[in-house]
């Protein structure tokens, strides 16, 4: 019988792009991916920590305990340098409403309107985490560096990927393939790291 993995997120599109992602382990495990859809009885985790490592731990112990499943999530967003780090694990509410994308952006730009090109460094920073049945944990940390630009460009991606230029291209985060993007990512980074110990874990 195929092993199955759970993602904690009813996001169909991020279960898509895990399934990309972690296509080789997957494959080599004989594992196969599905997404909290699976289970509708399974409440929402209330993400509460203060740290994208905590918040990822939170869903991912959840969603473990509540199917039996080994269970992975993740947790991310922007990490702005002349605020401190911040919006940090507040970025899908920044503006006050989650998951408004477009009033968060433009709350941001106008928050560092004043602040000058050399000084405008920013990353989205992502954890994962995974949760086996017995308790068992392990975390990884990937970044995506950039610079924020002063208008948004670009159609792909969502939530502050128009505004983040990335490191060392003229593109932001949203002019990027999707492919591409994904090899290079702060979600890409974090479970190809952790792709690395799934074998050690389910083998």
């Not at 996001?11 to 080599?28: D, Q, S, T």
């Not at 991310?76 to 920044?94: E, I, Y």
């Amino acid at each position: 019988m195929t092993e199955r993995i759970v993602l904690a997120t009813r996001n169909p599109g991020k279960v898509v792009e895990l399934r990309e992602i972690l296509r080789g382990v997957l494959e080599r495990l004989g594992c196969e991916l599905l997404g909290m859809d699976a289970f509708p009885d399974v409440e929402d985790v209330v993400e509460t920590g203060v740290s994208f490592e905590e918040n990822a731990l939170l869903k991912a112990r959840a969603a473990a305990q509540a199917t039996g499943l080994p269970a992975l999530a993740d947790d991310s967003g922007l990490a702005v340098d002349v605020l401190g780090g911040a919006p940090g694990v507040f970025s899908a509410r920044w503006a006050g409403r989650h998951g408004d994308d477009q009033a968060n952006l433009d709350l941001l730009l106008a928050q560092i309107a004043d602040v000058p090109e050399q000084h405008r460094g920013a990353a989205f920073v992502c954890c994962a985490a995974l949760t086996l049945p017995d308790g068992r944990t392990v975390t990884r940390e990937g970044r995506f560096e950039g610079t924020l630009v002063r208008s948004p460009r670009g159609t792909n991606g969502f939530g502050y990927d128009p505004i983040l230029q990335v490191a060392g291209d003229t593109r932001t985060a949203a002019e990027l393939p999707p492919p591409e993007k994904n090899a290079i990512s702060h979600r890409g980074k974090a479970f190809a790291a952790l792709a690395e110990v799934l074998p050690d874990h389910l083998g």
